[in-house]
């Protein structure tokens, strides 16, 4: 793999945080570290850039306030418009407050698009995250 140089600007914060990352993980320097995040966000968006009808399969974990108005309506209703790409879900109590809900989904990347912006519109979601590959 041939490699490139380029240069990025970053928050002073963020460079600090990335700095106490790289020692405590002990990456031989912040070029490596960087690389590596930037290879990790590829790997997760990649599916995107598939065809819409290629098939993709994985887990969505959401985060959320369960005591935010509606929110358990809002993502059983969410999720029964989806019945043909959950093929199963998880509820966990996080705390007094936050439940996780992990979902497994299959199907074409238009609709499991689809399904991740439903669920990143509703108030009360602390984060939506999800790791999924081609299936085809």
């Not at 098939?55 to 809002?74: E, F, P």
């Given at each position: 793999?041939?490699?490139?140089r380029t240069g990025i600007s970053l928050?002073?914060?963020?460079?600090?945080?990335?700095?106490?990352?790289?020692?405590?993980?002990?990456?031989?320097?912040?070029?490596?570290?960087?690389?590596?995040?930037?290879?990790?966000?590829?790997?997760?968006?990649?599916?995107?850039?598939?065809?819409?009808?290629?098939?993709?399969?994985?887990?969505?974990?959401?985060?959320?306030?369960?005591?935010?108005r509606d929110i358990m309506g809002r993502?059983?209703?969410?999720?029964?418009?989806?019945?043909?790409?959950?093929?199963?879900?998880?509820?966990?109590?996080?705390?007094?407050?936050?439940?996780?809900?992990?979902?497994?989904?299959?199907?074409?990347?238009?609709?499991?698009?689809?399904?991740?912006?439903?669920?990143?519109?509703?108030?009360?979601?602390?984060?939506?995250?999800?790791?999924?590959?081609?299936?085809?």
């Amino acid at each position: 793999m041939v490699i490139k140089r380029t240069g990025i600007s970053l928050p002073e914060e963020v460079l600090d945080q990335i700095d106490r990352l790289i020692s405590k993980l002990n990456i031989p320097s912040r070029s490596r570290a960087i690389s590596e995040a930037i290879m990790r966000y590829v790997t997760d968006w990649s599916w995107l850039l598939e065809e819409e009808e290629k098939k993709v399969m994985g887990a969505l974990t959401i985060l959320y306030d369960h005591t935010a108005r509606d929110i358990m309506g809002r993502l059983t209703k969410i999720q029964h418009h989806y019945l043909d790409e959950i093929v199963t879900s998880v509820h966990v109590h996080v705390t007094h407050d936050t439940c996780l809900e992990v979902i497994i989904v299959k199907g074409a990347i238009s609709r499991i698009r689809s399904l991740v912006n439903e669920f990143e519109k509703i108030s009360g979601i602390k984060c939506v995250r999800f790791a999924l590959t081609g299936i085809q």
